[in-house]
């Protein structure tokens, strides 16, 4: 894994247009169809998280997340800025899941709390406007080249 590679490949691409999301569940995959401009010349990029475990989105941070924008047909997005963590940013949980799930099971560890089954990290955090998406994948491919990722240590 080349982590300054990379780094300058998805350097490359923040402050683009976000032309198209694709949140494919069944596949594991999350793709972004993308627009950035090299002086007047527009350039098609497509980044494409594959084998993703995980994946969070914030609308924004604290109470800001109930900040809504009215949607407007000429709208669009922009991934502001991307940021690799090649180890991780750690454990993300959800701590209280256990009291609004009842007795829910998400595994054949029946003697395991809800809690302690529900967690994940992120290696890959992308700033969309004030929202954040944060993503645990083990492939990620730029523009048609693969790099594949070490699985984050549980």
Known sequence: MDVKKIDEELDKLEESTIEKIDFDLLKHEIVFDLTTYEGNEQVKNKLFFK????????????SDRFRFTPFEPDNRLELTSIAFYPTGLGTISLSN??????????????????????????????????????????????????????RLKD
């Open 51 to 62: 084998n993703v475990s995980a994946f969070f989105c914030l609308n924004d941070l604290g």
């Open 97 to 150: 899941v256990k009291a609004s799930m009842g007795t829910i099971w998400f595994s054949q560890d029946k003697t395991a709390s809800l809690e302690s089954q529900m967690y994940s990290s992120a290696n890959f955090v992308l700033e969309i406007w004030s929202r954040y998406l944060y993503i645990e994948a083990t492939c990620i491919e730029i523009n048609n080249t693969v790099y594949e990722l070490p």
